[in-house]
């Protein structure tokens, strides 16, 4: 059986620009539907989904604290941001993504099996691979529902215990790091976009640019 090698989306995979236009372009939109410049200016906050649903219970008078509310604003929230992601990236197309890394992972792809694991919503992975056409280097994508928030912790479990433990997994976060320490994974900080500074202090290895992934993978085979 083949190792796995699996790979966090946002700011590991594609680059941060079309989420972060998304975000801006979704408040912008929020902002012009509740007659408040206020709203367009909560765009870049880190806990952005905080802001997302304040917002929504005030445009639709849900309440978030209520389980079924919260579940029908986030499928709202993210509809909305999924037409606006798609459409920065459709902009782009394939230069949406981090070159050297896509072809890391066609050049290992023989050996090993390719793994996306991600917390970032269904509606808008599959699409953005399908837009860059490179869906099909991926042997597994595992990624959240459109109505749910899980944590990546409560995504990558279930990808382990059904599949067994990836040999490496490259990710940008605290969030990713914390999860493979519970997992018993090797953590591979990327940052060569945006990346917490935090999630150092997880990292098996730390690395500046793809080209630094194919030692790393040779060590780890």
Not at 58 to 71: M, N, S
Not at 118 to 137: F, G, H, N, Q
Not at 146 to 165: N, R, W
Request: hydrophobic share 40%; net charge neutral.
């Amino acid at each position: 059986m083949k190792k796995i090698i699996a790979f966090d989306f946002d700011g590991t995979l594609i680059k941060a620009e079309p989420a972060e236009t998304a975000q801006q372009e979704w408040f912008n939109v929020m902002g012009y539907l509740l007659k408040s410049p206020k709203v367009k200016k909560l765009a870049g906050n880190k806990d952005y989904f905080r802001d997302v649903f304040n917002v929504l219970e005030k445009y639709t008078g849900l309440d978030q604290k209520v389980p079924l509310d919260r579940q029908v604003m986030t499928r709202f929230a993210r509809n909305l941001f999924q037409m606006l992601y798609l459409a920065n990236i459709r902009k782009v197309g394939k230069a949406a993504f981090y070159d050297g890394l896509i072809d890391i992972i066609v050049d290992h792809k023989v050996n090993h099996s390719i793994a996306l694991v991600t917390t970032a919503p269904e509606d808008s992975v599959e699409p953005a691979l399908e837009i860059a056409k490179i869906k099909d280097l991926f042997d597994f994508i595992v990624k959240s529902p459109v109505d749910q928030q899980p944590s990546k912790l409560e995504v990558f479990a279930p990808f382990v215990k059904k599949y067994g433990q990836p040999m490496l997994y490259v990710g940008n976060s605290v969030e990713d790091g914390e999860a493979c320490k519970e997992l018993g994974i090797p953590f591979v900080l990327c940052m060569w976009g945006k990346y917490d500074e935090d999630a150092k202090r997880f990292a098996k290895y730390k690395i500046r640019s793809p080209e630094e992934l194919k030692s790393i993978i040779n060590i780890e085979s």
